[in-house]
């Protein structure tokens, strides 16, 4: 299941489903102006994310909410945002500025514009940031014309894929990855707290110092060479997460084999209605490599295919690396 209720996470830690109340339900202007004012990083955080959330339809994802509203914590480096869909390239300045003279006006609270990353045809990658300078807070803020954050080939690990989204008063998750967004508060809660590398990795058997990784804690992480075309983010994603103390394990779905990944397919309706109802997929006639089933990690190349997309977990076996197409 892809979001958690309040509900559900009320069962798991009463005190958890309060912070994430605090978060999203809506609350008194007086009540969000006295924890944006009161010197607690954690209130200071809340309050953030529901006013970003409840006024200004803006998502509040990662590091926040892993950090305040799962793992209880008391500090926080920054606000991961999604911006508000109705943000346009030419008027995202004065859009943005106006949301911070509402923020001063209501909550008198300051955050003020930093940098930017794109230009006019938002053909870069739409990274904006504003910050307030009192509590050493950035907001990191993702325009919607970014092209090249994607989540589905963005995402690291299974501790940063939660959000906050206007519209819902549950805990989502940014990207579906075979894991229920319980699951990963149960991982995050842990002690010490878990984490799932969800892409370009492998597991291997662990030696000597590189060694602890996995449930049965035999295995380690690496960057998988042969389908990372720059190993060295993973890698550094791994050692940052590791640094942190996160115990780095096997998804839900990868108890039984660390090496099995999700795969998605693009189809249209009446396919996807099949396969659904059969429960199989089956080769297809044709194809760039010729007759077989077509699956990738990246959503973008299957959407060519069609707009139904489905996934499945998949064990790869024997790899073969292919470097063009078969005329």
């Known amino acids: 299941k892809p979001a958690a209720t309040i509900a559900e996470l009320s069962k798991i830690d009463s005190a958890l489903a309060q912070r994430l109340k605090d978060a999203v339900l809506p609350r008194t202007k007086l009540d969000l102006t006295n924890a944006l004012a009161s010197g607690i990083t954690q209130k200071i955080g809340l309050a953030l ?3 970003l959330k409840n006024d200004f339809h803006c998502s509040s994802k990662g590091g926040i909410v892993r950090d305040i509203i799962v793992r209880n914590l008391t500090r926080f480096a920054d606000v991961d945002m999604n911006a508000m869909s109705t943000l346009q390239i030419h008027t995202w300045r004065k859009t943005l500025d106006d949301m911070c003279a509402t923020m001063k006006q209501n909550y008198n609270y300051t955050m ?6 794109h230009d006019s045809t938002g053909k870069q990658d739409g990274m904006i940031v504003y910050k307030d300078y009192k509590n050493n807070i950035e907001f990191e803020i993702v325009a919607p014309w970014n092209t ?4 589905p080939t963005d995402m690291d690990m299974s501790a940063n894929n939660l959000i906050i989204i206007p519209g819902s008063n ?7 990855i075979a894991m229920s967004a319980t699951e990963i508060v149960q991982q995050l809660i842990h002690n010490p707290p878990q984490a799932t590398p969800l892409k370009d990795i492998k597991w291997i058997s662990g030696i000597g110092a590189k060694t602890g990784d996995g449930y049965s804690k035999t295995k380690w ?3 998988e060479a042969a389908i990372q075309f720059n190993t060295t983010i993973m890698d550094k994603r791994l ?4 640094g942190k103390g996160y115990w780095l394990v096997e998804g839900a779905h990868m108890k039984a084999n660390g090496n099995t990944v999700q795969l998605y397919h693009g189809t249209s309706k009446a396919s996807a209605t099949s396969i659904l109802g059969s ?4 080769p297809g006639k044709s194809g760039n490599l010729g007759p077989g089933i077509y699956m990738s990690r990246d959503l973008r190349l299957c959407k060519q295919f069609g707009s139904y997309i489905l996934s499945a977990d998949v064990n790869p076996g024997k790899v073969v690396t292919v470097t063009g197409f078969v005329g």
Do not use: G, H, T
Not at 112 to 117: G, T
Not at 279 to 282: A, D, L, M, T
């Open 148 to 151: 090249k954050f994607y989540n």
């Open 170 to 176: 549950d805990l989502e998750q940014i990207v579906p």
């Open 239 to 242: 050692v940052k997460m590791r």
């Open 49 to 51: 994310i529901n006013i």
């Open 279 to 282: 429960k199989q997929f089956r």
């Open 112 to 117: 003020q514009f930093c940098s930017s990353r």
């Open 221 to 223: 992480v690496v960057a």
